[in-house]
């Protein structure tokens, strides 16, 4: 309980202490002319309230992700918490706020255009390609995944109320969500989801000061996997854990807000608030998670890791523990948890491709004929990944998401350098990025299967090799 105190005020000090260094290295200005007004078309650059815009970015980068992640990330013990709080305030948190208002000051481009602008027009072809493939992806998977909890948990009705209708249903909100303006459907729903959210977390919050149980304390030998599988911590625990500390993903969501932001003041609170505050839900769930499972019957000697595990599926462990903690109302706020969120970030997904096209093929947004010329394609494209098994497939996007998280601040470290700025705070998350992403592909049972010290070796060469080359990129700027 101490530590997971400790660590729900170091998140906290972490907005203000930290997140003011590094609002103080992009020093925002309220003299910059901001997209919302620049290049306003009522579609997507729409100036609107900061506590909405909080609300929906909020939404946009959480989804399921800090509570699903948190969920299996404390399989490994005590040092889920100390990735989800410096993960969060030193990585995370500057991802998403360098991401907003780098794309601010290039006037409201997409993610792919702002690594391009830094890392050179090879990169930004990779990028265009590879966030394309990402977001379809995540948008088909975020139709099929709630389409079938909801399946579940309907009565049978026939094909009414089945796995087809729900996705059915689903989708259609998807084409309406990316195709009306971002203020018309998105602008309106997402704020009082987010709420949803953040009202399930403190419900729950409340439930691990006030119920029973067992919690992991940071002397409970924090760098030793407790995980029932003895899975390593690193980087298999980096991975896991996304949402809650740091995640790509982010990256894709961060532009639709900086095209809503009516100042760059407000990148701080909005950007950087929005991840600690995704930080403090997984946080939450974590503790909730492992509190919960210690107090279940099993075998005799059987851990509180090991009860966790028996579980399975994370949704099983959110609706136990919403309706044993908070009753009725914690059965609704379950459901908005576990469907509402992913359909959430499924339709700005789809958004968010949609702006990426157009943003390479210079096509305007104003006309609603042109936005659906762009989203038949990844309409149908989808609908085609709706009969394919993504179990393969989809054990590759935590890998993807944190190899974008690592590229773009990759890019940022060079913005902040070309701007003659601090450039340290994204240089060295970056390193520890790089390293996560070569060493995780080359020994999970995803990837190449060698052994730790083989991919550890590997990810630390390459974080080398690359500060060289950053190293020669900043003597050239001195030149």
Request: hydrophobic residues 55%; proline residues 5%; aromatic residues 12%.
């Amino acid at each position: 309980m101490i530590t997971f105190s400790v660590s729900l005020v170091c998140l906290l000090l972490g907005y203000l202490i930290y997140g003011t260094i590094v609002e103080r290295v992009v020093r925002p200005s309220a003299s910059t002319q901001m997209p919302c007004y620049t290049k306003r078309d009522g579609v997507d650059f729409i100036p609107m309230p900061a506590w909405r815009v909080f609300l929906i970015q909020f939404l946009n980068i959480a989804g399921t992700g800090p509570i699903f992640g948190a969920i299996m990330g404390i399989l490994y013990g005590p040092a889920a918490y100390l990735w989800i709080v410096f993960g969060c305030i030193f990585a995370g948190a500057v991802h998403d706020y360098l991401c907003g208002m780098i794309c601010i000051r290039q006037g409201g481009v997409s993610l792919p255009e702002i690594i391009g602008n830094e890392l050179g027009d090879g990169m930004r072809i990779v990028m265009r390609v590879g966030a394309l493939v990402l977001l379809v992806l995540v948008g088909a998977v975020f139709v099929t995944t709630p389409a079938a909890l909801l399946d579940n948990m309907t009565p049978d009705r026939g094909w009414l109320f089945s796995s087809g209708f729900w996705l059915t249903v689903i989708f259609l909100y998807f084409i309406l969500a990316t195709l009306l303006p971002i203020d018309k459907l998105i602008g309106r729903v997402y704020p009082l989801f987010g709420l949803a959210l953040l009202v399930m977390a403190l419900g729950i919050c409340w439930g691990i000061y006030t119920k029973e149980g067992w919690m992991p304390e940071i002397t409970d030998a924090p760098f030793i996997s407790h995980h029932p599988k003895g899975l390593p911590i690193f980087p298999l625990l980096c991975i896991t854990i996304a949402c809650g500390a740091i995640s790509g993903f982010h990256g894709t969501q961060s532009p639709l807000m900086a095209r809503c932001l009516t100042s760059e003041r407000l990148g701080r609170p909005v950007f950087y608030g929005a991840m600690i505050t995704e930080g403090v839900v997984a946080l939450i769930w974590a503790a909730a998670a492992i509190k919960f499972a210690s107090t279940l019957p099993g075998e005799e000697g059987a851990t509180a890791y090991q009860k966790l595990a028996a579980l399975g599926n994370p949704a099983i462990v959110v609706k136990e523990i919403s309706v044993g903690w908070m009753g009725a109302i914690g059965a609704v706020l379950a459901i908005l948890g576990v469907v509402a969120a992913p359909i959430t970030s499924g339709d700005t997904a789809f958004r968010s491709a949609r702006l990426i096209a157009a943003d390479f093929l210079r096509i305007s947004q104003k006309s609603i004929w042109k936005r659906l010329m762009l989203c038949l394609p990844l309409f149908v494209i989808t609908t085609g990944l709706f009969f394919i098994d993504f179990g393969a497939l989809w054990r590759y996007f935590a890998w993807t998401n944190q190899t974008l998280a690592c590229i773009m601040l990759w890019a940022a470290a060079v913005w902040l350098a070309k701007q003659k700025k601090f450039y340290w705070i994204a240089f060295l998350p970056a390193l520890f990025m790089t390293v996560v992403s070569v060493s995780y592909i080359l020994t999970s049972p995803e990837g190449f299967r060698l052994s730790l010290q083989i991919g550890l070796t590997a990810g630390f060469a390459m974080m080398v090799l690359l500060a060289i080359i950053y190293r020669k990129f900043l003597n050239s700027l001195t030149k």
